[in-house]
């Protein structure tokens, strides 16, 4: 039933991939796809299956941890916080999609791209269907 | 400082700086001096590698970074300064010092008469720990023939082959140089998840100088950049990228910038680090930077 974890990254973005790591967890974790109890891949395993230093993947979780999403067990892997067994309010979720339309808007701005054209691009966005991840 | 070193540090290598107590430095390089015909290269360098770290050593073409690589080995006569590996002078190392380090050039080095399993045989014999079966398995994924002289292999092959005679007796430090200039994409990867095992399994410090920034923004944790002679700034990667704007605007106004921390600056930009975004005046526009960017800047 659950979606499996299974995490993507982009190099050559300003985003350093710890963050990248976190916010993916979050959305899906705010989406209802990862929940409570679902357990992590351990840091070797992610690791060695993005290729990345094992302290990048560490960092990641132990800060999920502080924000209470993930548990830590001893002993055992990771796991979703009790806690997230349903997907957040919808005005919760949204609420994650501010800080990366804020950026959007700015550069719409600065790029002197009307408000019209700025909607009908992220309409047909939400509509394109091999954008896999979003839907 | 001295709170943060563990009781036993304390004392040990008396009569050398503060640093140089620390006994677990990889790598430990003080003032070094290296030029060529009067151009100088190094200029005072300054260097520390502890173990586990995956450090990136970025630099323009020309900035000396083959030849920081080669003076850390101990391959070259430094004009003034030191190269310590694991505590020892890396020209007068041991034999078991010797056989901690893992070193692959940017050009092969390979005995180009011999097949790989000549050579790896003929390596083996000056090792006291091999591990015959990662070789194997290396040479079967790699795809690397045993039984072809390696001057007639392909570059990316002899690259392969350099790459395990490298890894093969598990070093606790491993020098690369471009080490994947001739690799497939494929190949790239599964190098790196190679020395992320590395640093799993062994704790193994890595340095590493690439033009390929994707593959140090994965697997290195800490990037240098080699500027003017000297390591110019040395930071975990994603520090850097969180810390650091891209601050752009007309220069008189860049001028006015007071009590930040200047990173870079060009005509027309800067590079800050722990800057308050709001508090830029108006005119002056904040980026965050990619790695790319902060290549541009700080080398």
């Known amino acids: ?135 | 400082m001295n709170a943060t070193l563990p009781s036993h540090a304390n004392g040990a290598g008396l009569g050398l700086l503060s640093q140089a107590a620390e006994p677990t430095a990889s790598v430990h390089i003080t003032g070094l001096q290296l030029g060529y015909r009067g151009r100088p290269v190094l200029q005072g360098l300054d260097w520390q590698m502890h173990p586990g770290q995956v450090i990136g050593l970025l630099g323009r073409n020309g900035a000396g970074k083959t030849t920081l690589l080669e003076a850390l080995l101990g391959l070259r006569d430094v004009q003034a300064g030191t190269v310590r590996l694991f505590g020892q002078p890396a020209t007068r190392l041991d034999d078991a010092a010797r056989a901690r380090i893992g070193y692959v050039p940017q050009a092969s080095d390979l005995f180009e008469d011999l097949r790989a399993d000549e050579l790896l045989a003929y390596f083996r014999s000056f090792y006291p720990r091999w591990n015959g079966a990662k070789v194997e398995a290396l040479m079967q994924r790699w795809g690397v023939p045993r039984d072809v002289e390696i001057g007639r292999m392909s570059g990316g092959q002899q690259q392969r082959l350099s790459i395990i005679r490298a890894l093969a007796h598990e070093p606790d430090l491993l020098v690369l140089d471009e080490p994947v200039a001739s690799l497939d994409p494929l190949a790239r990867r599964d190098f790196l998840r190679e020395l992320v095992e590395q640093v799993l399994d062994r704790g193994t410090t890595v340095v590493f100088s690439t033009h390929i920034l994707s593959d140090l923004e994965r697997v290195a944790f800490n990037v240098a950049f080699l500027q003017s002679g000297r390591i110019g700034l040395q930071a975990p990667l994603d520090e850097l990228i969180d810390e650091t704007r891209l601050v752009t605007g007309p220069e008189p106004l860049l001028a006015t910038l007071q009590g930040v921390e200047v990173l870079a600056r060009r005509d027309g930009r800067r590079l800050l680090r722990h800057v308050d975004e709001r508090s830029l005046p108006p005119g002056l526009v904040a980026q965050r930077a990619s790695l790319e960017d902060l290549f541009e800047a700080l080398t």
Not at chain 1, 59 to 85: N, S
Not at chain 1, 103 to 132: M, N, Q, V, W, Y
């Open chain 1, 1 to 135: 039933m659950d979606t499996p974890i299974q995490f993507q990254i982009n190099t050559g973005s300003a985003e350093p991939i710890y963050r990248q790591l976190m916010d993916q967890l979050r959305r899906r974790v705010a989406a209802g796809q990862w929940q409570a109890g679902q357990e992590l891949p351990s840091v070797r395993e992610l690791a060695l299956q993005l290729a990345v230093h094992p302290m990048t993947i560490s960092k990641a979780y132990g800060l999920l941890e502080t924000e209470g999403l993930l548990e830590r067990r001893r002993g055992l892997a990771m796991r979703i916080a009790a806690g997230h067994a349903r997907p957040a309010a919808a005005r919760d979720r949204i609420e994650q999609l501010r800080p990366t339309l804020q950026r959007a808007a700015a550069e719409a701005h600065e790029l002197g791209i009307s408000k019209t054209r700025a909607l009908e691009l992220f309409d047909r966005l939400l509509d394109a269907p091999d954008r896999g991840a979003a839907r």
